[in-house]
């Protein structure tokens, strides 16, 4: 893969998974839900940062993918096991599936990269930058933001 590819699918891959977030048991507060959504994103965006470092290599790319697809995974099932405040749960709703879609969409891009089949790595990338559950996710952190709510780097 050239590393212009490369850093063309690690821009996808980190404004995709900004839509990243947070866990618990109760309805949280806003100050809780701030906190969980601040965590959760920080700890998606270093693992999609990781990627851009994976240089042309594919094989290197595979292993950082993996690693951000898992960062992906923890944080769709913490912020999915979470009760937001009430004017955050819709807003919530669309994160969860966005990272659902982004979990399924990086183990897509890191079979193919350690396949060697740039095509499809490539594919990956756009099949991410293009999804509706991305955008809806992208609209629902802004909706956040415009609630006043402290989402830190989704906010962007």
Not at 27 to 56: F, H, N
């Amino acid at each position: 893969m050239h590393a212009k590819s490369t850093g063309i699918v690690a821009v996808v891959v980190l404004v995709a998974l900004a839509a990243g977030c947070g866990g618990g048991s109760g309805r949280l507060s806003k100050a809780q839900y701030e906190q969980k959504i601040q965590a959760d994103g920080k700890a998606v965006q270093e693992a999609a940062g990781a990627i851009t470092s994976s240089g042309a290599s594919l094989s290197g790319l595979a292993v950082k993918v993996a690693a951000a697809e898992k960062a992906a995974k923890a944080a769709a099932d913490d912020l999915g096991s979470v009760k937001p405040p009430a004017d955050a749960a819709d807003d919530n709703a669309k994160i969860v599936t966005a990272l659902r879609t982004i979990e399924v969409q990086l183990q897509k891009l890191a079979q193919a990269a350690k396949a060697g089949n740039t095509s499809a790595v490539q594919q990956a990338g756009l099949a991410l930058q293009s999804s509706p559950e991305i955008k809806a996710a992208e609209a629902a952190a802004k909706d956040l933001k415009a609630k006043g709510y402290k989402i830190g780097v989704l906010g962007g």
